[in-house]
C-alpha cells in the first residue's frame, strides 16, 4: 500500500504541525515495513523521506493551489492509495480508488476568531467544511477537539477518531546540562501569546510579591508583530528586566528550561491537545495549566488546573506552588510523570497505521 502525505507546512521551523509531522512519519517509518510513504511539498529545504515536489515561491496563494489542487497532480503520478492531510486541508477534488484521511488539531480559528486574519478566516470557512466531508476518516487530537468538530460541523460520530499525541524521549531522559537560565525562574512556551494567555502571566508576574526573586521566561516562535505586542506589554508592566524572552529553542535547549523552572506554566485559552504540558511533566518540571478544553486531558493533577480568566486563581495557584512541601512536590512530579510516560510517538504511529490499514 502507497501512503501520499502533504507534508508541505512541515517546510517550516519545527514547532506546532511540523513538529507533529516530524515525529509521527519518523516513528512510522520505523515500525512500518509494510507500506511505502511518499511525502508532497513545495520546497525541498527540509524533507523526512521519500519527496516528491512541486516547486513553487513561499506564500499563501502558493500554499493554497498547492494544497486544494496541485498536489492531485502527485497524488496520481505516485499512484497513492491512502492521502494524509496532516493539517486541516486534503485536496478539493478526490481522486477514485484514493482513501483520505484529514487530521484536525483544533478549531481555535472559529473559537477566537479575532487572532486571525480575515483572509485565514475566509479561508477556513469554506475549505474545512469540504474537507471535513470528503475525508473518509477525520483524526482529532483530543476528545475536545471532537467534540468541537461535532459542535461547528455536525459530523457522525463514528467518523471521527481520538489519536493523542506523544512525548518524545528526550524530555525523559534524566541526564542534565548545564543550566542555560542562571537565575530562578518559571517558564513558559507560546507561538501566540495572547492565545497562550501571556499577557495575563505577566500582569499577575507584576502584582505577585512572592514571585520577586524570580525571573519569567516565555520561549517559542513568535511572529515580529505579535513580539512587538508582547514586549510594549512587558515595558508597561515595567518588567523590563525580570522577563527573559528566549525565543525560539531547540528541543535540548527546552528539555533544559524546563529541567531548570520553579514550574511551567500554561494557562491557554484553548488548547486542541497541549503537548508542552506534558513534556514539562516528562522533564519533572511542576505545571499549572488551565481548567479547559484537551488541557483537562491530559493534566492528571486537578488542583493544579486554574480559571485562565481570574488573575487571582493564577496568583493563588502559583503561591500554592512555591510554597508546596517538597514531599508533596515530590509526589505530584511522580505523579505526572507518570501520566507523561503514556503519550507515546510509537502509540500515535500504531493507531494511525491501524487506521490506514482498515482503509
Not at 99 to 120: C, P
Request: glycine share 2%; proline share 3%.
Amino acid at each position: 500500500m502507497k501512503i501520499g502525505v502533504n507534508s508541505r507546512i512541515y517546510e517550516n521551523k519545527n514547532t506546532g504541525v511540523p513538529y507533529y509531522i516530524e515525529c509521527l512519519y519518523n516513528k512510522l517509518l520505523e515500525i512500518d515495513q509494510a507500506n511505502g510513504y511518499v511525502f508532497f511539498q513545495t520546497q525541498r529545504n527540509k524533507t523526512i523521506d521519500k519527496t516528491k515536489t512541486i516547486n513553487l515561491s513561499k506564500n499563501y496563494f502558493s500554499a493554497f493551489l498547492f494544497d486544494n489542487f496541485l498536489i492531485n497532480i502527485l497524488i496520481s503520478k505516485e499512484k497513492i492509495d491512502i492521502f494524509h492531510g496532516p493539517a486541516h486541508i486534503i485536496p478539493f477534488f478526490k481522486k477514485k480508488n484514493v482513501k483520505y484521511v484529514l487530521t484536525i488539531h483544533d478549531l481555535s480559528f472559529l473559537i477566537f476568531r479575532k487572532n486571525e486574519s480575515t483572509l485565514f478566516n475566509m479561508y477556513y470557512k469554506y475549505a474545512l467544511p469540504r474537507s471535513l466531508k470528503n475525508a473518509d476518516v477525520i483524526i482529532a487530537d483530543s476528545q475536545n477537539t471532537k467534540k468541537d468538530i461535532k459542535r461547528f460541523y455536525h459530523v457522525a460520530d463514528s467518523k471521527i477518531k481520538v489519536i493523542y499525541l506523544g512525548v518524545n524521549d528526550i524530555y525523559f531522559s534524566p541526564k542534565k546540562t548545564k543550566r542555560i537560565i542562571k537565575d530562578q525562574y518559571f517558564f513558559s512556551l507560546t507561538t501566540h501569546p495572547k492565545r497562550k494567555n501571556i499577557y495575563r502571566v505577566l500582569e499577575v508576574f507584576a502584582d505577585n510579591k512572592n514571585l520577586s526573586d524570580y525571573k519569567y521566561v516565555i520561549a517559542g516562535l513568535i511572529d515580529d508583530k505579535q513580539l512587538l505586542l508582547l514586549e510594549n506589554k512587558i515595558k508597561e508592566l515595567k518588567l523590563d528586566n525580570r522577563v527573559i524572552i528566549f525565543s525560539y529553542a531547540t528541543e535540548e535547549q527546552l528539555k533544559n528550561l524546563y529541567q531548570y523552572a520553579k514550574f511551567f506554566i500554561y494557562p491557554s485559552l484553548y488548547e486542541g491537545f497541549g503537548l508542552p504540558v506534558l513534556e514539562a511533566m516528562a522533564c519533572k518540571c511542576s505545571v499549572i495549566s488551565s481548567n479547559n478544553s484537551s488541557l483537562i486531558e491530559i493534566n492528571p493533577s486537578k488542583q493544579w488546573l486554574v480559571n485562565p480568566y481570574s488573575n487571582q486563581d493564577i496568583s493563588d495557584k502559583i503561591n500554592k506552588m512555591l510554597s508546596l512541601p517538597e514531599k508533596e512536590r515530590e509526589k505530584l512530579l511522580s505523579n505526572n510523570y507518570n501520566c507523561a510516560k503514556k503519550f507515546t510517538w510509537e502509540k500515535t504511529a500504531r493507531s494511525y497505521l491501524k487506521i490506514f490499514n482498515n482503509l
